[in-house]
């Protein structure tokens, strides 16, 4: 059993940044890919990036590349999302998702472990 705890998000003037932290409980978390989602007010889930078990393989949606970098810390035990440049479309609540299977993929069907999400809000 994993669980995951999001932090970091607020409110931030477009243009500025934030960084979302996700920690993580559980001895075999460091063998689980992970995935950062997002939600906003009225759309459907959306991939936003994903590591591997090892953090040696990224992905990232075209819509935050270059924008938004993904790293973990397996020692601490947790997932952090940098987010640069950030833009009035971001505004949505973030989740980060661990996947048992390592594969890290953008599909959310994939991950069994949820976090409770937080809410990132960019003003123009």
């Known amino acids: 059993q994993v669980q995951l705890v999001e932090s970091g998000g607020g409110l931030v003037q477009a243009g500025g940044s934030l960084r979302l932290s996700c920690a993580a409980s559980?001895?075999?978390?460091?063998?689980?890919?992970v995935g950062w989602f997002r939600q906003a007010p009225g759309k459907g889930q959306e991939f936003v990036t994903a590591?591997?078990?090892?953090?040696?393989?990224?992905d990232y949606a075209d819509s935050v590349n270059g924008r938004f970098t993904i790293s973990r810390d397996n020692a601490k035990i947790t997932v952090n999302l940098q987010m640069n440049s950030l833009k009035p479309e971001d505004t949505a609540v973030y989740y980060c998702?661990?996947?048992?299977w390592g594969l890290g993929s953008s599909d959310p069907n994939d991950y069994r472990y949820w976090g409770q999400g937080t809410q990132v809000t960019v003003s123009s």
């Open positions: 998702a661990a996947d048992p």
């Open positions: 559980g001895r075999t978390f460091n063998t689980y890919a």
């Open positions: 590591i591997s078990s090892s953090g040696s393989r990224t």
